[in-house]
């Protein structure tokens, strides 16, 4: 895998989130009704939820990789030049040359931590989620908190830090994930 497949995976998991979004609220607006009898709106929400975590984990490997200048062919290659600079690699126990561990690793699918490379070299863009003064919605921000790759296995009506998955919380925390995508394409490229 290159490390450009995660830019273009993010691509397709927010259309995605976008398009089913978007069918969801139209599909709303038919009914005229606040309540929708649709039995796979709980999955659907769930679904767009898992996706926007998804592209969010994307497009925090794809950043780390164009800044710090990734030249391997495979993001599972060690390249301890690289890895030094940002204290990543792909594997979680992938041995440094002085004998320990880089902090930061892909496999495990843990955005949170791997943010954190992020936000020492774009604390001040302006950005949800690496730049402190920017607000977030309160139910997108539980949302983005507690979202892990598991979640795919997790039943729809799971409710995540008591945020319960409705339009209306699914909704914001993909307006973040937009925001927070198209945020980081323009500062990476």
């Avoid at 607006?29 to 996706?51: F, T």
């Avoid at 908190?145 to 319960?164: D, L």
Wanted: glycine content about 4%.
């Amino acid at each position: 895998m290159h490390f450009e497949d995660y830019k273009l995976a993010s691509q397709k998991h927010l259309q995605t989130s976008l398009a089913i979004l978007d069918s969801i609220i139209e599909h709303q607006k038919e009914k005229k009704s606040k309540i929708i009898v649709n039995p796979y709106l709980e999955a659907s929400l769930h679904n767009v939820y898992y996706l926007s975590g998804y592209t969010i984990e994307c497009i925090v490997n794809y950043s780390i990789f164009k800044h710090y200048n990734w030249k391997k062919s495979s993001v599972k290659e060690v390249d301890h030049n690289f890895s030094k600079k940002c204290g990543l690699s792909f594997y979680q126990n992938e041995r440094r040359e002085d004998g320990g561990t880089y902090p930061y690793f892909i496999n495990q699918h843990n955005y949170l931590r791997n943010l954190d490379i992020l936000k020492k070299v774009y604390s001040n863009s302006r950005l949800p989620m690496l730049d402190r003064s920017v607000g977030i919605n309160n139910d997108a921000k539980q949302l983005f908190t507690h979202w892990n790759v598991e979640i795919r296995y997790h039943q729809p009506t799971t409710k995540y830090n008591k945020v319960a998955l409705t339009i209306q919380s699914v909704t914001s925390f993909v307006e973040l994930t937009k925001e927070f995508h198209n945020g980081l394409i323009a500062l990476v490229g």
